[in-house]
């Protein structure tokens, strides 16, 4: 009986190793799974997060909702792991013990939310910033996408003030019109050099038969090269004759009308009294700032005189006597904005700013607007 007694308490002893053995695996595998918990939370996070995107534009998320299942069937399959370990082993026997190392489904080669195996890592996700459809490289309204790019392109064309036209066909046009304007006794008469007409001739030629071979079939990046370097060449010659030859007498007004060119006016046109009235309405901006508003009154405001503005005030303290009159405001500055800001120094925080607004062009002054008055923050 005493040695059957032995046997047991030894048997009871190894037992209990191995019990404690497994409550450390225990241990180490809740920790595994707090991990994995922590990860389904950041995941889940962005779940939501993506589901907000989604609603916001549902057209760019077509695939989110299949990784999105990917990861609950996934969830599922854990879950029925987590089942079996506990329903069908043994928790006590070596051989068939779930928490060993080599049958664990909890491993970290054979997890299913492993970091490798993701649907929502950041090599795979949808959302990252390699794939997202709102990422600058896809913006529909990039620059290079641009739609109204075309338009600023016009826009642009319209603000030019060179005399040389733009494209290379009404240069060439130009060109051709000198050359038939210099005959031999304009050239006589305007001191022109026979060589210089001569390499003016040449330059139109090559670029008017590279222009042609550029815009047919023939055309490759040699012949686009070389026409832009005959227009680069011509385009030069044209600017030194211009220079040289059509700004001295005994050039006329007539002849630079003649051969395309605007003369210069040294008489420009007067620009008469402003006729505007205007008016300034106030807004905040900051600390010790006004915001002004300039509106018109009357008058038109597309009128170059009615293009200056002169704003005059004045700052009251509290209890001071107020201004009546914009005749009484001494302090102004010259601004050409309609909406501008008005800077005051600290001393004057609460006091009250009296304003009113002339209309100026070259020292001209219109009509005074009506005063206006502001308390300075």
Known sequence: ???????????????????????????AHSSQLTAHSSQLTAHYNKNTA????????????????????SIFQSSAVLS????AFFLDNDPLSLDNDPLSLDNNLLSLDNDLLSLDNDLLSLDNDLLSLDNDPLSLDNDPLSLDNDPFKILKEVYIMNQRTDWLPGKRAEQLVMCRN????????????????????????????????????AMSSERTAVITEQCRE?????????????????????????????????????????????????????FLKGRHELGINILYVSGDPEDKANKGYRVWYKTVAAGGEPVT?????????????????????????????????????????????????????
């Not at 007498?249 to 009235?277: F, M, Q, R």
């Open 178 to 213: 000198w050359l038939n304007i210099m005959t031999v006794e304009v050239r006589t008469a305007w001191a022109i050099p026979q060589d210089q007409f001569t390499e003016l001739q040449t330059l139109h030629g090559n670029a008017d038969a590279l222009l042609a071979k």
């Open 50 to 69: 993506c589901q907000a995107l989604d609603r916001l534009n549902h057209s760019f998320f077509p695939q989110f909702y299949q990784h999105n299942t």
């Open 230 to 282: 005959a227009f680069d060449a011509l385009s030069a010659k044209m600017r030194f004759f211009k220079a040289h030859y059509f700004l001295v007498p005994p050039l006329t007004n007539a002849d630079l009308v003649n051969l395309g060119l605007s003369p210069h006016d040294p008489h420009p046109t007067p620009i008469g009294k402003p006729t505007a009235e205007v008016t300034v309405e106030t």
């Open 80 to 83: 029925q792991n987590n089942a």
């Open 325 to 377: 009159s914009p005749k009484q405001l001494d302090e102004s500055f010259f601004t050409k904005r309609k909406r501008d800001v008005m800077q005051f120094e600290f001393e004057d925080s609460g006091k009250t700013a009296f304003i009113a607004v002339q209309v100026e062009n070259d020292g001209k002054k219109g009509e005074w607007g009506p005063l206006v008055s502001a308390l300075i923050p």
């Open 1 to 27: 009986m005493l040695v059957a007694s032995a046997d047991k308490a030894q048997q009871l002893t190894a037992h209990s190793s191995q019990l404690t053995a497994h409550s450390s695996q225990l241990t």
